[in-house]
């Protein structure tokens, strides 16, 4: 996160009297006798925040017109929710930091004072005691629990770490998993050449079909993996592009789908099909690949990285 948005969190953190935790860039604290944690869940919407506390009673859980009067009633909240013990309100998108920090601690009153006098309590988010708690930030979740259930938690993340580290890869499983899913994405990228488009979605589709293909039939994806899956990417790329232009010869030269594909080098080469055509939209589908692709394997990565992440906000 950028210099400007910490100093900016931090201001915030000063304005609601919470702290701010900056190794996650999260704001933490207690307000009205409950453990909260404010989080941008996409980075790239820093001021889009999201109030997390873990509570109960004796009813039952919030219903739908409970959540519609608080909503209807508060202007900084856009959402409300309940998952077991885990309560949490999304607020409204604000970017001017004037009104922002008002409309946080707008939301923060608000929000605990309807717990409050709806008979929640405070309570460990896994198994619901009343007891002093700490905030979490664990498999790529934030949450509040007990000593008990944190040291619970730690304990199954570790042995998820340790058995994935353990677990073998399946070198030709994870070659026929890449095909398989890069051929998925060059069906979609002839599908879209046949209407007229050339979409990033196709690379979208074919980067999470191969890299999850490899993962599913070799077992775990590795930085191998990773260049298996890019280099059938490739493959299914050129593929998807030579069969979309062979199903176009084949239409217009009234002849068989394999004369079509086997025809396209000659007609290359005798100006028929203009070179600038047919490289240039090979070009364009390994860029849609490439936009669809690098983000893919980045949040892949960043996932298994926080899948195994435990961490203290503090």
């Not at 004369?259 to 070009?283: K, R, V």
Request: hydrophobic residues 45%.
């Amino acid at each position: 996160m950028n210099k400007k948005v910490t100093e900016n969190y931090e201001r915030l953190a000063q304005r609601t009297g919470l702290k701010l935790d900056r190794e996650t860039n999260a704001l933490f604290g207690a307000r009205g006798g409950y453990d909260l944690v404010v989080y941008a869940a996409d980075s790239n919407r820093p001021y889009l925040f999201t109030i997390l506390l873990s509570a109960k009673r004796d009813a039952d859980p919030l219903d739908k017109q409970e959540i519609r009067e608080f909503v209807k009633a508060n202007g900084a909240i856009l959402s409300l929710s309940q998952k077991g013990t885990s309560i949490l309100a999304q607020m409204k998108g604000i970017t001017d930091q004037a009104r922002l920090g008002d409309a946080l601690e707008e939301a923060l009153q608000a929000l605990t004072a309807f717990v409050q006098r709806q008979g929640f309590l405070n309570c460990c988010q896994m198994c619901g005691e009343e007891t002093e708690l700490g905030s979490y930030f664990i498999g790529g979740s934030y949450m509040h629990l007990c000593q008990s259930c944190f040291d619970k938690k730690k304990g199954e993340i570790s042995l998820k770490a340790q058995g994935r580290a353990r677990k073998k890869e399946n070198l030709i499983g994870g070659i026929a998993g890449a095909l398989i899913g890069s051929a998925i994405g060059a069906v979609i990228i002839v599908l879209l050449g046949q209407l007229g488009y050339v979409a990033w979605i196709s690379g979208a589709v074919m980067a999470v079909c191969a890299l999850k293909g490899y993962e599913l039939l070799g077992g775990r994806l590795s930085v191998r993996g990773i260049v298996i899956s890019v280099v059938c990417m490739i493959l299914m790329c050129y593929l998807g592009n030579r069969i979309d232009w062979a199903i176009f010869v084949a239409k217009e030269l009234d002849v068989s789908f394999a004369d079509g594909y086997t025809l396209i080098p000659l007609l290359l080469d005798e100006d028929i099909i203009a070179g600038g055509s047919y490289y240039g939209n090979l070009a364009v589908v390994y860029l849609f690949c490439i936009i669809g692709a690098v983000p893919t394997i980045l949040g892949i990565l960043s996932g298994q990285k926080e899948a195994e992440k435990i961490h203290t906000i503090k």
